[in-house]
């Protein structure tokens, strides 16, 4: 197993849980939250700094610099000059890299489809789901949420995050077709079927590289 498998998804689309599962099933590292510690350990942000900034951009140029008064760990000029949230996104990155370089592994969101854009050996996923699957879901793994208007807006909500960030930081749009090798409706076949699946793909990637 030489493959890097990236994992772009919608909220409740169960893409997290498949992403796990491929890992399990292939032997290699899962990186999702676990890579907000890696980049937070090497950047020399603290972790809640950067998991506030996770997958989200912000604009709003107050916070950036209010922010900035705690940031340290890169000196260049035009690194000190950038706005927190472009520095955390560049930790990350560095991150990604890092760990792609360490051997195959799943890797959820981030941009790291873009990051490792020039890996030959890299596999980008993108998993999504019926309206109705994911508000299922999402009601099932969150205790608080009991309506299915607060699943929808709660997944409303962090889909457009997720669009955001990606679009923002990267040179694709994000859950198009055309950004990835290969897009999948999990509320099709269900988690387990869906894993099965791209374990095929991934196998058949692997012996035709």
């Given at each position: 197993m030489n493959t890097i498998i990236t994992i772009g998804r919608q909220f409740g689309s169960g893409g997290r849980e498949i992403g796990e599962k491929l890992a399990e099933h292939f032997g290699i590292k899962f990186y999702d939250k676990e890579?907000?510690?890696?980049?937070?350990?090497?950047?020399?942000?603290c972790e809640e700094m950067i998991q506030s900034h996770d997958e989200r951009p912000t604009n709003s140029f107050l916070y950036n610099l209010v922010m900035d008064t705690y940031s340290f760990g890169y000196n260049s000029s035009s690194f000190v000059d950038m706005p927190i949230s472009h520095k955390i996104f560049l930790a990350q990155f560095d991150a990604?890299?890092?760990?792609?370089?360490?051997?195959?592994?799943?890797?959820?969101?981030?941009?790291?489809?873009?990051?490792?854009?020039d890996y030959q050996n890299c596999?980008?996923?993108?998993?999504?789901?019926?309206?109705?699957?994911?508000?299922?879901?999402?009601?099932?793994?969150?205790?608080?949420i009991t309506s299915e208007q607060k699943a929808r807006d709660?997944?409303?909500?962090?889909?457009?995050?997720?669009?955001?960030?990606?679009?923002?930081y990267s040179s694709k749009k994000w859950g198009r077709a055309d950004s990835y090798d290969l897009s999948i409706n999990s509320g099709i076949l269900g988690i387990e079927g869906t894993v099965k699946l791209l374990i095929q793909y991934i196998e058949d990637f692997e012996t035709k590289r």
């Amino acid at each position: 197993m030489n493959t890097i498998i990236t994992i772009g998804r919608q909220f409740g689309s169960g893409g997290r849980e498949i992403g796990e599962k491929l890992a399990e099933h292939f032997g290699i590292k899962f990186y999702d939250k676990e890579l907000l510690s890696r980049a937070a350990q090497e950047s020399g942000f603290c972790e809640e700094m950067i998991q506030s900034h996770d997958e989200r951009p912000t604009n709003s140029f107050l916070y950036n610099l209010v922010m900035d008064t705690y940031s340290f760990g890169y000196n260049s000029s035009s690194f000190v000059d950038m706005p927190i949230s472009h520095k955390i996104f560049l930790a990350q990155f560095d991150a990604i890299k890092k760990i792609a370089k360490e051997g195959p592994c799943v890797i959820v969101g981030r941009c790291a489809d873009y990051a490792l854009s020039d890996y030959q050996n890299c596999l980008n996923i993108f998993i999504h789901a019926d309206e109705q699957t994911k508000i299922k879901r999402i009601m099932s793994r969150f205790s608080d949420i009991t309506s299915e208007q607060k699943a929808r807006d709660m997944m409303n909500k962090k889909d457009k995050s997720r669009q955001s960030y990606y679009n923002y930081y990267s040179s694709k749009k994000w859950g198009r077709a055309d950004s990835y090798d290969l897009s999948i409706n999990s509320g099709i076949l269900g988690i387990e079927g869906t894993v099965k699946l791209l374990i095929q793909y991934i196998e058949d990637f692997e012996t035709k590289r």
